[in-house]
């Protein structure tokens, strides 16, 4: 309850100080507008020679490009404002001072920044998927939808365990960036479903940059493709990032001299 607590008074702080430049929502909503345009022409360009890729239809990749919309904005929102300024404080020797509260480090470190006007890709992410349902002409059942909020669920906790796993590097390495920056680019091929993708590259976005269950399964679960199994697997390999994230976090803070250092 305290970490719900928490969670919502730094987000209200960031609602706050994001309403003071108003200016900010025009130019994200200009941004989703690219990101969609963009992606609606890569479906035109690929439909346009044939009917279906990999057995996946038009109204299915709009529902995966909606869900990849909407988890982008998940991760600007809330993730890696967090995961940055983790970094910085990392190598600044200013971490001190989110120690020193009387709160779980990891959770504090995790909550203290959020990007509201970035919530427009979520926003439009929905209005995406809304128009994908319709396309397809599909009635999605209780059970679907709960399936789908729970894939969606499970993979925001995958994407903020690899952010935070990645972003603890910086204990022990001073460059982080990059690394950071290749995961942003992995992030991106989940606009397509993984199975269009050859099986090395599939097998590093379902374990090493699990983009395929924070994109590619909720989108199977809109679709009706998504099986129990399938299920059961996202939990149990959420559950193990949560513990490995957990682990390494703990490691790198032993290695954190401070600023007194």
Known sequence: MNTIKLAWTYMRIGM????QYRANFFIQLFQSAVAVGTGLIGLSLVFGQVDNLAGWSRGELLAVMGVHILMGGVIRSAIQPNMERL?????????????????????LVSVREFRFWQ??????GLVILVVAVT??????????IVAFV????????????????????AFWVIRVGD???????????????????PDWLRTGLTFLVPVAFAVTVPAEAMTNRLTGETMLFALGLTLLFVILARVVWLIGLRSYSGASA
């Not at 706050?16 to 309403?19: A, G, H, I, K, Q």
């Not at 396309?135 to 679907?144: D, G, I, N, R, Y």
């Not at 942003?184 to 606009?191: D, K, T």
């Open 135 to 144: 396309q397809l002409q599909a009635k999605m059942e209780a059970l679907q």
């Open 150 to 169: 729970a894939a969606l669920l499970m993979g925001a906790v995958l994407l903020y365990c690899v952010w935070l796993m990645v972003t603890s590097i």
């Open 16 to 19: 706050l100080n994001e309403l």
């Open 119 to 124: 919530l427009t890709d979520v926003v439009v």
């Open 179 to 197: 690394i950071v920056d290749l995961f942003q680019g992995l992030y991106a091929a989940g606009r397509w479903p993984v199975s269009v993708y």
């Open 87 to 107: 970094m910085n404080d990392v190598l600044n020797g200013t971490l001190d001072f989110a120690l020193t509260k009387p709160a779980d480090a990891q959770t």
